[in-house]
Every structure is written in C-alpha cells, then in structure tokens.
C-alpha cells in the first residue's frame, strides 16, 4: 500500500522532532560529520509525491531527502537521531499523528545500494541495505601535474575509507534518470546539484555541507587525473564562483542534477562546457 502525502507538520511535533534529536547532530569544524540513526518512510509511486514531502520537512528545518528503490518506488529519509529510541520515539509520533503510515529505522553504517545495477536491477532484491566492506589502504595517486585545478600536487590524507567512495559512486548512479528538486526555502544558485550530492553522501552515512562553496571547501584538494570514485568535482567561473558540483563515478564520468527539475544524469568532465568552468575536486573518503 502506497504512502498518503499529508505535508502539514504541526508545530509541536516539529519542537518534539528537535528535542529528540532530528535537527542532527552539531557539525565539525570542517561541515562533516556521521550520521546516526534516521526515519524513512515511504512508499510513493510517483517521485513528486516523495519530492512534495520532502520539502514540507525541510521547510520545518529538518534535513530530508528522498530516494528510489531497487523496486521502483521512491522512498523519504530524514533526521539524525543519536540512539535507535529516538528516533523510534519521533517516528511513532508521527506515525500517532498519521503524518505517515510506517516507518524503518535506518542504524548508522548500513549503505544503501552496495551493490553495482545488475540486469534486472529494477526487481526488488532480497537484502536492500548491505554494510560495507572491509575498508582498504588507500593508494594516493602520483604527482601528474596541475591536472586543471590550480592546487599544490600534494595532498592532505583524505578522511574515511576508499571503499566508501566507490559505494558513494554506485549509490549515485542509482538517481540518473530522477528528477531532482532540492525542496529547502533557501533556494541558491546551484543548490538543486549540491542537495543532490548531499543526499548521496547522507545515504552513505556522511553528513556534508548544503551549498557547492561550502562543499568545496569542506573536501580534500584532488588533482584532476587522480579522480577516484565518490569524489565530488566542481564547476563555476572560479573558486569564490562555484555554482555546479556532481559526483564522479568513474572512466572521466561524473553524475549531477543539471538545472532544477532536470532529470539526474551522466556527463563527462572533459566536455568542452564543462572543461572551460572545472575548478577542481575534493576527497571525503580516504
């Protein structure tokens, strides 16, 4: 049975909402930091319904997004609770409230969509959620040159394992063919391509900066021909102007939400429009 969308949150659930945790908890210095628990709920056939949910939690401050399934249907994540009865607590007042009609509580450290599309990959699979795999030394690219992002050749030790870039890959590769509107009020240049990313990285257990600046800033520098999978490149007339960032997945690919509304999809970071505005790229996982 389909989700009913119902949008309007009552101001004392909000305050509820806050009190048990869903505001997240206080970002590092740096604008990264784990996620614990959150609510998902759903199923909704058509994304606009995810899409209209979403935003009428995020317009009540609390940091949603949504996603689909393996099995087409399109799910809504949202909140960052420190212990499991938290947010079970949260989600069954919403639940007491008939906001939503059932709830899942995703534990920290269980990454949606491991596992590479298959044939068939539109079927539900048995296991949706998979932990991750054992993390792997990373290997730091060699000194190549400028790679055509200005930046010293030497770079700082990124911050979680390489494993979890590739899955940050996979689990963006899973939105091409969406339509993804960032549902927020504080709507800025380039925000629709940076509330993409910050979904996939959520997705992953990594709670990154809202806007492109602040991502940037955020990432660890990467020379442009030591792109690994997961890292985020970044677009714009320069680094005080960022107005673009995708998600590189691999063979001079990235993916990213070209404009608002526009369906997810693939483009190549030597095409010529994006060659002239490349900036550079960060690193958030070792």
């Not at 059932?102 to 539109?122: D, K, L, M, N, T």
């Not at 020379?223 to 714009?236: A, E, H, I, W």
Request: proline share 6%; glycine share 12%.
């Amino acid at each position: 049975m389909f989700s009913t969308f119902k949008p309007v949150i009552p101001a004392y659930l909000l305050a509820i909402l806050l009190l048990l945790g869903a505001d997240g908890h206080a970002a590092s210095s740096s604008g990264l930091n784990r996620l614990g628990y959150a609510i998902q709920m759903g199923a909704f056939a058509d994304v606009k319904n995810a899409e209209r949910f979403t935003a009428a939690l995020q317009k009540k401050g609390i940091e949603a997004f949504y996603f689909r399934k393996d099995n087409g249907i399109y799910a809504v994540r949202f909140g960052d609770f420190a212990t499991k009865d938290k947010a079970r607590a949260a989600a069954q007042r919403l639940v007491a409230d008939r906001l939503i009609d059932g709830f899942y509580i995703a534990p920290p450290h269980e990454i949606v969509f491991a596992r590479p599309r298959e044939s068939g990959w539109q079927k539900p699979h048995q296991e949706e959620i998979a932990p991750p795999r054992p993390a792997e030394s990373p290997k730091t690219p060699k000194d190549k040159g400028k790679g055509g992002t200005g930046e010293s050749a030497r770079q700082r030790p990124a911050r979680e394992s390489g494993d979890m870039g590739a899955i940050a890959a996979r689990t963006a590769e899973r939105f091409v063919g969406i339509p993804y509107r960032w549902g927020g009020e504080n709507v800025v240049d380039g925000m629709d391509c940076s509330g993409f990313v910050r979904a996939v990285y959520n997705l992953c257990g990594l709670s990154i900066p809202r806007t492109s600046r602040d991502q940037y800033r955020a990432g660890d520098p990467v020379l442009k021909d030591g792109l690994r999978d997961g890292d985020l490149v970044f677009f714009g007339s320069s680094a005080d102007s960022i107005n673009h960032v995708g998600i590189y997945v691999g063979n001079g690919r990235f993916v990213h939400a070209p404009r608002r509304g526009e369906d997810i999809k693939l483009s190549g970071v030597d095409e010529s429009y994006f060659e002239k505005r490349f900036i550079g790229a960060r690193r958030y996982f070792q």
